[in-house]
């Protein structure tokens, strides 16, 4: 990985690339040190796999596996209920059961800078909000 010192930071990759990770005590081409690093990846092409509104019970959406790159739960632009919560489980496994008392708010969108979760993702509203899940490879 090639390094670049900036007057405005420092940054590996180019225009048009998402944030991959911040990765810390780092050398750089140089031979100086940073503290941190934001670390950015290649775009990714998203595809819709799910959209459509949700109902109290859980509702699979997704599977996102070792080989998924990115991640998008967001609502329509034209939402006015944002009450969706979502949560994750190992592939393969049941659905969570409806007397969860909570999963994870949504609130406009979720990118997951922090990672990805893995396994089957599910995702429930209890005023029928809409969803669209995109996943990229």
Do not use: C, H
Not at 17 to 44: E, H, K, T
Not at 95 to 120: Q, R
């Amino acid at each position: 990985m090639s390094l670049t010192k900036y007057d405005k930071g420092l940054f590996s990759g180019s225009a048009g690339m998402g944030l991959d990770r911040v990765q810390a005590g780092v050398r750089l081409d140089d031979g100086s040190w940073a503290d941190a690093v934001v670390i950015l990846r290649d775009p990714v092409a998203l595809t819709t796999v799910y959209a459509d509104v949700l109902m109290p019970n859980w509702t699979k959406v997704a599977t996102v596996t070792k080989s998924t790159r990115a991640l998008r739960i967001g609502m329509p632009g034209s939402a006015s209920v944002f009450d969706v919560e979502w949560v994750s489980v190992p592939a393969g496994d049941p659905a969570p059961s409806n007397s969860l008392p909570y999963g994870e708010a949504i609130l406009g969108g979720e990118d997951f800078p922090a990672g990805l979760p893995l396994g089957d993702i599910y995702a429930r509203s209890a005023s029928g909000a809409a969803v669209i899940v995109k996943t990229g490879a």
